[in-house]
């Protein structure tokens, strides 16, 4: 088993849509990333969580420790916001973070 | 946010000759950089981690005679792909954490990533 699994794998929406990725993980951690792969390959970080909620724009992130999971939300979801959106953390003693395998997003026009 | 960079964004070259990666923290001071590599439809795979003026620290299973990190000042680390082969062929990232401090969130940024093929 992974220590940070995301679900679902791959999600289609259309256009406008209200877009809900999941994130687990088993261990302890001081920070929660998500971060945004576009196919060209750049990343960039959208969020860095370590509790509660924080909001940029139309993203949503949620992070609950004790439960040991976190939450991006898209609302109003665009064909530009296709992307592979990663989560990532960050261990309570270490300094490297682990990856989730990635939710690969299609939004349809 | 801040904002890293990398360079080349993309470079050929031909097996047997050595590649240089440049990552470059733009507007913030980086302790601490890492670097990636990531092959098609793969997460990132951390290769090494470099602490500025100290000697990196590589993941097991990679090669350090192979993949050379410098990390010479807090804004620049540089890979270097020594005798390259078609099989390091791959996306390689880099990541700089910002220095803790007054202000500071000590949150991970992204370079743009160096696509390095190898014929």
């Known amino acids: 088993k992974n220590e940070v699994e995301q679900s679902p794998q791959n999600l289609t929406a259309q256009e406008g849509e209200f877009i809900t990725i999941n994130c687990s993980y088993s261990v302890g951690i001081s920070a929660l990333h998500w971060l945004q792969q576009h196919p060209g390959g750049g990343i960039v970080s959208l969020f860095m969580l370590s509790s509660g909620k924080k909001k940029h724009g139309r993203l949503i992130a949620t992070i609950n420790i004790q439960e040991k999971h976190s939450s991006l939300h898209i609302t109003a979801s665009h064909p530009r916001d296709s992307a592979v959106y990663i989560c990532a953390v960050r261990g309570s003693s270490g300094s490297r973070l682990t990856f989730g395998e990635g939710t690969q997003l299609t939004v349809n026009p | 946010g801040a904002v890293v960079s990398q360079h080349p964004s993309r470079v050929i070259c031909k097996s047997g000759t050595s590649v240089k990666i440049e990552c470059r923290s733009l507007?913030?001071?980086?302790?601490?950089m890492f670097w990636y590599r990531q092959f098609p439809k793969q997460s990132l795979m951390l290769m090494a981690t470099s602490n500025e003026g100290s000697k990196a620290t590589y993941e097991q299973g990679v090669e350090k005679d192979k993949f050379l990190i410098n990390h010479a000042s807090l804004t620049l680390s540089t890979l270097t792909v020594t005798s390259a082969h078609p099989e390091d062929s791959s996306f390689y990232i880099c990541?700089?954490?910002?220095?803790?401090?007054?202000?500071?969130?000590?949150?991970?940024?992204f370079g743009p990533g160096t696509r390095l093929t190898v014929l």
């Open positions: 507007d913030f001071q980086a302790t601490t």
């Open positions: 990541s700089a954490r910002d220095t803790p401090g007054l202000g500071s969130y000590n949150e991970q940024f």
